[in-house]
């Protein structure tokens, strides 16, 4: 399956944007829960992280979590999964931590991601992280370009559902990838029918 996947991905890659969002799974009826006595859940999330190529809009790498979890606990995986390494990532607030910053650096990687706010620091004893210092680099423009990557994921709202239609994880997996190939094929198609 990531043999396929990886076959749809783009040749040249400039600009990556980072994102994550949740996916619903199939529950059973609320009848079934009455009959064993057990109480409804409420939300049983599945968390998908992807990495998108900002000027063809193809997904790259992605990887999914059968829990909840942070964004940025997901993306030295995604770096490292990328078929080819990229001049600069754009991410939201979510990815501001310095170890990714550090990562991204000893990889040769820029980085175009909006501090957080942490609060008031003390003037006395400024950290000077390598955050801090990438943050007087940020570029409004740049990071304009993270906005593909949430329209990749309403297009994969759209066209494929919000939730997955397999019950084991393995096949929850597949079928997000499946998900993904189709994805990128119809980017394919479109580019060659639009072609002169």
Same mark, same amino acid.
């Given at each position: 399956m990531k043999i396929i996947f990886a076959a749809t991905t783009s040749s040249k890659i400039n600009l990556v944007a980072l994102d994550g969002t949740g996916l619903t799974r199939p529950l059973p009826s609320p009848n079934y829960?009455? #009959?064993?006595? /057990?109480? =409804?859940?409420?939300?049983?999330?599945l968390k998908l992280s992807i990495a998108v190529d900002t000027r063809s809009k193809k997904i790259l790498a992605l990887r999914l979590r059968a829990s909840r979890a942070h964004d940025v606990r997901d993306a030295k995986y995604i770096i490292n999964h990328l078929p080819r390494k990229p001049s600069k990532i754009v991410a939201d607030k979510g990815y501001d931590a310095n170890w990714l910053h550090m990562y991204c650096v000893a990889k040769g990687i820029k980085t175009c991601i909006p501090m957080r706010d942490y609060g008031k620091t003390n003037p006395a004893n400024?950290?000077?992280? &390598? !955050? /801090? #210092?990438?943050? /007087?680099? %940020?570029?409004? !423009?740049? =990071?304009? #370009?993270?906005?593909?990557?949430?329209?990749? +994921?309403?297009? &994969?709202?759209? !066209? +494929?559902?919000?939730?997955?239609?397999?019950? /084991? +994880?393995?096949?929850? #997996?597949?079928?997000? =990838?499946?998900?993904?190939?189709? =994805?990128?094929?119809? &980017?394919?198609?479109?580019? %060659?029918?639009?072609?002169?």
């Open positions: 829960y009455r #009959r064993i006595d /057990k109480p =409804y859940p409420i939300d049983i999330h400024p950290r000077k992280t &390598l !955050r /801090k #210092r990438l943050a /007087k680099k %940020f570029t409004k !423009r740049t =990071y304009g #370009r993270r906005n593909i990557v949430e329209s990749v +994921f309403k297009v &994969l709202n759209t !066209r +494929f559902g919000s939730s997955v239609s397999s019950v /084991k +994880f393995s096949a929850q #997996r597949a079928e997000v =990838y499946c998900r993904a190939i189709a =994805y990128n094929v119809l &980017l394919i198609n479109l580019y %060659f029918l639009n072609a002169p």
